[in-house]
């Protein structure tokens, strides 16, 4: 039995055309000059188009906390 609204195979690669992955683009940050992931806050510094987003000391603190807290519970 054939489907009615059958897609061509050449229908189907044309859509499936923009499913092609891209590699990611990096630039500079403005302030600590790391690479980073562009439209994203730098991860060595915590700035954002210039401005600072992210405290990463508390960060920091945050991760290590956790991890003694695992270390003890094990």
Same mark, same amino acid.
């Given at each position: 039995m054939v489907v009615r609204m059958r897609s061509t %195979? +050449?229908?189907t690669k044309n859509r499936r +055309?923009?499913?092609a992955l891209e590699s990611t683009s990096f630039s500079q940050?403005?302030?600590c000059k790391a690479l980073k992931r562009r439209h994203i806050v730098c991860t060595s510094c915590g700035f954002y188009r210039g401005k600072k987003v992210m405290?990463?000391?508390k960060k920091t603190e945050k %991760?290590? =906390? =956790?991890?003694k807290a695992a270390q003890a519970k094990s």
């Amino acid at each position: 039995m054939v489907v009615r609204m059958r897609s061509t %195979k +050449s229908h189907t690669k044309n859509r499936r +055309s923009h499913h092609a992955l891209e590699s990611t683009s990096f630039s500079q940050c403005e302030n600590c000059k790391a690479l980073k992931r562009r439209h994203i806050v730098c991860t060595s510094c915590g700035f954002y188009r210039g401005k600072k987003v992210m405290d990463l000391v508390k960060k920091t603190e945050k %991760k290590q =906390k =956790k991890a003694k807290a695992a270390q003890a519970k094990s």
